[in-house]
T-cell receptor, first 114, second 111 residues
């Protein structure tokens, strides 16, 4: 079945370490997104990408980096520069065609920095 | 970018209709209204969207006022599984199909 796969589901890291979260989709979607969610809060956009080899900063890009070398993959690296990285991270994708703006989400990755 | 205002939380009895309001008074003519919901610790799920006309699908109905400054999501027969955070979102009219999520409404369906 088509969908978005995020891994790992849970991740623990020590402070100061870089961490990379994986996001893979087999929906043939052009656009992919990363959101961050803190407890009791809505989703905040970190980065998004419309096409391969191109991406734009969202509202809270500082301390994060991404790449889009393949259409199917949009990994997010949480760097040591991110002051408060503990959060729930969600990846999403969309075609922007038949139902413009409809996002398909993965199940999320929960990062805890010790 | 148009912003939305939703109540923080609402309760609904199981089997009754749940009516979730959303204000988007600064919406522009080419912006759509989208509704998503998020069950605890899962990714959000698309429910429905509309521009001007009322919309209905297998999950819900969306009623948009004539001036488009507000809308209501209706779950006709709420079940316990409908307990979730519901997000009303207005599409940002910027190349990139970006959607901005607010805090949403916590809907608690009670038996």
């Amino acid at each position: 079945d088509g969908g978005i796969t995020q891994s790992p589901k849970y991740l623990f890291r020590k402070e100061g370490q870089n961490v990379t979260l994986s996001c893979e989709q087999n929906l043939n979607h052009d656009a992919m997104y990363w959101y961050r969610q803190d407890p009791g809060q809505g989703l905040r956009l970190i980065y998004y990408s419309q096409i391969v080899n191109d991406f734009q900063k969202g509202d809270i890009a500082e301390g994060y980096s991404v790449s889009r070398e393949k259409k199917e993959s949009f990994p997010l690296t949480v760097t040591s520069a991110q002051k408060n990285p503990t959060a729930f991270y969600l990846c999403a994708s969309t075609t922007g065609l038949a139902r413009p703006g409809e996002l398909f989400f993965g199940e999320g990755s929960r990062l805890t920095v010790l | 970018d148009a912003k939305t205002t939703q109540p923080t939380s609402m309760d609904c009895a199981e089997g009754r209709a749940a009516n979730l309001p959303c204000n988007h008074s600064t919406i522009s003519g080419n912006e759509y209204v989208y509704w998503y919901r998020q069950i605890h610790s899962q990714g959000p799920q698309y429910i429905i969207h509309g521009l001007k006309n009322n919309e209905t699908n297998e999950m819900a109905s969306l009623i948009i006022t004539e001036d488009r400054k507000s809308s209501t999501l209706i779950l006709p027969h709420a079940t316990l599984r409908d307990t979730a955070v519901y997000y009303c979102i207005v599409r940002v009219p910027k190349y990139g199909n970006k959607l901005v999520f607010g805090a949403g409404t916590i809907l608690r369906v009670k038996s």
